[in-house]
């Protein structure tokens, strides 16, 4: 069975008089452990597709279906428990709590948004520490590591609740090269490791070499699939 | 390893320079506020005891319509001596009173046998004056102060002792008519000085209630008032309505009420005084609402604004909006007790030292008050609990703003 499944799927923006089609009509779905990106130029809709799955926007037309749930109707809370339940992000910015050390940021969705028991949690965030390659700077905040080690921490925080899939827009856009390449590889090692689905929008050549479905974009509309089973 | 309290501290922790500014400025009205109903309060009491336990005591008793002819010391408004027994026999039965003294007042002229003035006088049970007016002994500023006075004895007030140049120890003479028009003449030795306090009764001489009876020629134990002393001043509008309740319904024959009761409020006009001290009081903790408000608000509007992509990551991450709200109220909430903790213990010490330096004040003609400000648990709490209050209250339309975000337009914020 699919983990997301989108028909006909549309976005409309309207701003007094102008209405701007941001997604026309999208089919595709995407199956669970799949390493897949949504490419395409600025303005072609990418962000707006992710925001979708991720529940942070609702669809005006069609359907989307994210983990057997239709995400198109759920309201502010039930999307904020869905997201905190089943799906994980990766900012471009890294987005950490700068007043939280690296082992509490990765704790925080387990204990804000789950409501773990402590036990519980340790052994989570050790784990993932461990599998990041984190462990020795646990104690650290956010402006004593590297950009690198930044995102490195951001990824262990969106699989630290288990989530089954991890949306990722521009995950390499603010590291350099070599860096990419490997928080790329740390990405499809935790795919490996635990099973997760990893859906990026990206420009980034490095990150759509690795990716194994390529979804391109352009106006809203979805072009072409590459990789894997056609549209 | 961290909760919403914990995220909130460190939250106020990233930002210590305006963390302490907004404490500092809460801390300055807490201070402000428990120092002024301090104050304020203990000269206040000060100013309440002295004229209820000095001179009216907490409540009096008079016959209907003597209070507004008080100022002639009318006679012919006395009450009779069955009168009395009933007002007696009612106080009597109450564990609430301590004490009461039947009084006469009356004016007279005084004489020291060279020149001749007017006095008011307040012709007393010493005994029973002194127990329901235990603070009159302190006004004798020369002379015995042991039972008071005897008959054949008179406590000057200090300005008619003054005025015409009499010693302890002197005669003077007091002449007074009666209430059938007949002047009766009677020769006293001075006792005492008795030092004048401010409102009604406070500049009068005093003199042995059967003294009055024979220069008034008065047969019967009628009087002018009862003064009655309770056991906590607290119990006052109680015991008021009770004999109100008690005494009001007696009627004389042309069916009018007998009796008047009146507490030290209606009789002294220093109560207007305290009333402006708790309007001044509310003010003063108005002020502080404002400024508790203002500065809470402030700086929570600008921590929401300066922390949007932050919001919008915990958002997005699937943090629920009642508890972001529940983040930034913390974090007023936190503001405010930091404020109103240093502002307690910085009252509280200061309310010590100023009870240690012993500082002193004039009011009127009273010269070296003694100034004692304590302040009660209760008025700590109520003022805590205010600013405390008002915190998560200037918090509230912040966080609200911070929990409503959308959380795409706040990830784009930069």
Known sequence: MSLVVAQKLEKTYIAGDIVVKAIQGVDFSVEPGSFVSFIGPSGSGKSTLLNMIGCLDPPTGGKLIVAGEDVSTMNRVQSAHFRGETIGFIFQDFNLIPVLTVAENIEYPLLMVQNQPQKKRQQRVHKLLQAVGMNDQADKFPSQISGGQKQRVAVARALVTNARLVLADEPTANLDSKTAHKIIGLMKNMRDEFGTTFIFSTHDPKVVENVEIIFTLEDGKLLQKSGGNHV | ?414
């Not at chain 2, 009779?80 to 009084?103: H, M, P």
């Not at chain 2, 209050?389 to 929990?403: E, N, T």
């Open chain 2, 1 to 414: 390893m961290f909760n919403i309290f914990k995220l909130a501290i460190r939250n106020l922790r990233r930002y210590k320079r305006r963390t302490i500014l907004t404490s500092m400025l809460i801390t300055l009205g807490v201070v402000a506020v428990l120092l002024f109903i301090s104050v304020s309060g203990s000269f206040k009491a000060m100013m309440i005891g002295q004229v209820t336990d000095s001179m009216l005591g907490h409540l009096q008793i008079h016959k209907k319509g003597y209070l507004a002819s008080i100022d002639s010391l009318p006679l012919d408004r006395n009450l009779k001596e069955k009168q009395v027994v009933r007002v007696q026999e009612f106080l009597d039965d109450s564990k609430e009173v301590a004490a009461y003294s039947r009084r006469i007042k009356l004016g007279a002229m005084f004489s020291n046998f060279k020149e001749t003035t007017n006095i008011r006088l307040n012709a007393v049970n010493p005994t029973r004056e002194m127990l329901t007016v235990p603070m009159l002994v302190e006004r004798i500023i020369k002379g015995d102060k042991e039972g008071l006075l005897t008959k054949g004895e008179i406590l000057v007030p200090e300005l008619i002792a003054k005025g015409m140049k009499v010693k302890i120890g002197d005669t003077i003479v007091l002449v007074a008519t009666n209430k059938d028009g007949s002047v009766n003449g009677q020769s006293f030795v001075v006792r005492g000085i008795l030092e004048g306090i401010s409102g009604p009764g406070g500049r009068d001489g005093i003199i042995h209630i059967d003294d009055a009876k024979s220069l008034l020629r008065i047969q019967d134990n009628e009087i002018s008032e009862i003064a009655i002393r309770l056991n906590n001043i607290e119990d006052m509008a109680k015991v008021f309505s009770r004999i109100k309740a008690a005494l009001g319904p007696i009627k004389n024959k042309l069916d009018k009420p007998v009796f008047e009761v009146h507490t030290w409020q209606k009789l002294s006009p220093f109560f207007n005084i305290a009333r402006m001290i708790d309007l001044m009081t509310l003010f003063i903790k108005i002020m502080l609402v404002a400024i508790v408000l203002v500065s809470i608000m402030n700086v929570m509007i600008m921590a929401v604004f300066e922390r949007i992509n932050e919001i919008g990551t915990i958002a997005a991450i699937g943090t629920v909006p009642n508890k972001i709200l529940a983040l930034f109220v913390v974090e007023g909430f936190l503001l405010g007790l930091l404020g109103t903790l240093i502002g307690v213990v910085i009252s509280l010490v200061t309310i010590a030292g100023m009870n240690v330096a012993q500082i002193s004040f004039d009011f009127g003609r009273q010269k070296g008050l003694l100034l004692s400000p304590t302040i009660g648990a209760g008025d700590v709490v109520t003022v805590a609990f205010i600013v405390i209050a008002i915190s998560v209250l200037a918090s509230l339309q912040p966080a609200w703003k911070a929990a409503r975000m959308d959380p795409i337009t706040a990830l784009r914020h930069v």
